[in-house]
């Protein structure tokens, strides 16, 4: 069983920086794939980042990539969102996800673990 925490949501202004952090607890974290989902209003869930359980490998949504860095830190099992000019339309919930395989994917159903989410606004 994994639980994963979100934090560093907030609002911030068009072309504005945040750090997403996902604290996890509980046993092999390494073994875990992680990734990074949002969800504005009205939509569905869509992909933004994944990295490998060895962190070695990177995953981005074409609308991210280039802007946001995905990162794990293994001695603290947590795992981050750096977002980089940030803009109106990332506007979402952005949810940490865990993967108990050493195999990434980008496809929400095949996550076992989720986060509370927590609220990222740009303004523009």
């Known amino acids: 069983q994994v639980q994963l925490v979100e934090s560093g949501g907030g609002l911030v202004q068009a072309g504005g920086s945040l750090r997403l952090s996902c604290a996890a607890s509980?046993?092999?974290?390494?073994?875990?794939?992680m990734g990074w989902f949002r969800q504005a209003p009205g939509k569905e869930r869509e992909f933004v980042a994944a990295?490998?359980?060895?962190?070695?490998?990177?995953y981005y949504a074409d609308s991210v990539k280039g802007r946001f860095t995905i990162s794990r830190d293994a001695a603290n099992s947590t795992v981050y969102l750096r977002m980089n000019s940030l803009k109106p339309e990332d506007t979402a919930v952005y949810y940490c996800?865990?993967?108990?395989?050493?195999?990434?994917?980008?496809?929400?159903?095949?996550?076992?673990?989720w986060g509370q989410g927590t609220q990222v606004t740009v303004s523009s």
């Open positions: 509980g046993r092999s974290f390494s073994r875990y794939a």
């Open positions: 996800a865990a993967k108990a395989s050493i195999i990434t994917t980008m496809t929400s159903r095949e996550y076992d673990y």
């Open positions: 990295i490998s359980w060895t962190g070695v490998s990177s």
